[in-house]
């Protein structure tokens, strides 16, 4: 059974930081590449960043320069390092992975 839990998120004000984690079970996690995606009210859901098995990484124009994933293979976690927060980051932030989805964390950015 796969499992990907977000945590992490939480209210901040701009031009603050907040750190994402999905730990994840019952994939084979160091062959996945594993992404990180959002959803605002009344958008749709957006692409966020990437990272492969192998560590390269890919940014949404958006957030590049602000946010920074990563990856803990010994741990099965991937992350997302959020600085310079903005209000247009407020959204439930999703991970994805073997094309599976966590159930998301809600992240709010007040002005």
């Known amino acids: 059974q796969v499992q990907l839990v977000e945590s992490g998120g939480g209210l901040v004000q701009a031009g603050g930081s907040l750190t994402l984690s999905c730990t994840t079970s019952?994939?084979?996690?160091?062959?996945?590449?594993m992404g990180w995606y959002r959803q605002a009210p009344g958008k749709q859901r957006e692409w966020v960043a990437t990272?492969?098995?192998?560590?390269?990484?890919g940014y949404a124009d958006s957030v590049k320069g602000r946010f920074t994933i990563s990856r803990a293979n010994a741990k099965n976690t991937v992350y997302l390092q959020m600085n310079s927060l903005k209000p247009e980051d407020t959204a439930v932030y999703y991970c994805k992975g073997s094309s599976s989805w966590g159930q998301g964390t809600q992240v709010t950015v007040s002005s």
């Open positions: 019952g994939i084979i996690f160091s062959i996945n590449a």
């Open positions: 990272i492969t098995s192998d560590g390269n990484t």
